[in-house]
């Protein structure tokens, strides 16, 4: 019954060694995002896809990437990770053109050592 | 930007009593204003909603007003239960994609 499914759950990575989180979606929702989310904190817009469109936030760290190879996954790819980027990364995806309701998966919590 | 300020940042309340959390925002363009709970471990999930062309919205124990004049909106939870223990994020937007988000209130409803 998952509509939001992100893998892994947990992720240990060694300091600049890259790395590669996954969402898929069961929604077919148009748009997705990928937050940031570090402890007690709200959580950060990294960037978001409109279909095949690219939308970086200004202050998002070149560190960051993204891929969306179709409508049902999306990556997130973190070329040297820091250990200032240990966080919760958040996967959400919502539809239509203007602001909605979005959905969240259950987030891969980083570890960076 | 749009900037969301969320208070208090963490509240107790005993189990049956009400639970209010407000927040402010300063684009006076946004007109969705989502309210978020996130359970330790999991992502937010959405508990309600409203756009800007409505004052009031309610849901069963939970309800949110908004006043754009003043620019602030408010959750409202009655008769908590301590399944309502949880952080909750208010948010806005205008007509994009992206959403801003307050920055959390922990609620702890006791029993």
């Known amino acids: 019954d998952a509509m939001v499914i992100q893998n892994p759950r947990y992720q240990v990575t060694q300091f600049g060694k890259p790395v590669t989180l996954s969402c898929s979606q069961t929604l077919n929702h148009n748009v997705m995002y990928w937050y940031q989310q570090k402890s007690s904190q709200a959580p950060k817009l990294l960037f978001h896809?409109?279909?095949?469109?690219?939308?970086n936030e200004a202050d998002t760290p070149d560190n960051f990437q993204s891929r969306r190879p179709n409508t049902s996954f999306c990556f997130l790819d973190i070329r040297s990770p820091g250990l200032g980027d240990a966080a919760m990364y958040l996967c959400a995806t919502s539809f239509g053109q203007g602001p909605t309701e979005a959905f969240f998966g259950q987030g891969t919590r980083l570890t960076v050592v | 930007g749009e900037n969301v300020e969320q208070h208090p940042s963490t509240l107790s309340v005993q189990e049956g009593d009400s639970a209010v959390i407000k927040c402010t925002y300063s684009?006076?363009?946004?007109?969705?204003f989502p309210w978020y709970k996130q359970e330790l471990g999991k992502g937010p999930q959405l508990i309600i909603d409203?756009?800007?062309?409505?004052g009031e919205k309610k849901d069963q124990r939970i309800a949110v007003t908004l006043n754009k004049t003043a620019k602030h909106f408010s959750l409202h939870i009655t008769e908590t239960q301590p399944e309502d223990s949880a952080v909750y994020f208010c948010a806005c937007s205008g007509g994009y994609q992206k959403v801003t988000f307050g920055t959390g209130t922990k609620l702890q409803v006791i029993p």
């Open positions: 684009d006076s363009a946004s007109n969705y």
């Open positions: 409203i756009r800007s062309n409505v």
């Open positions: 896809y409109y279909d095949k469109d690219f939308n």
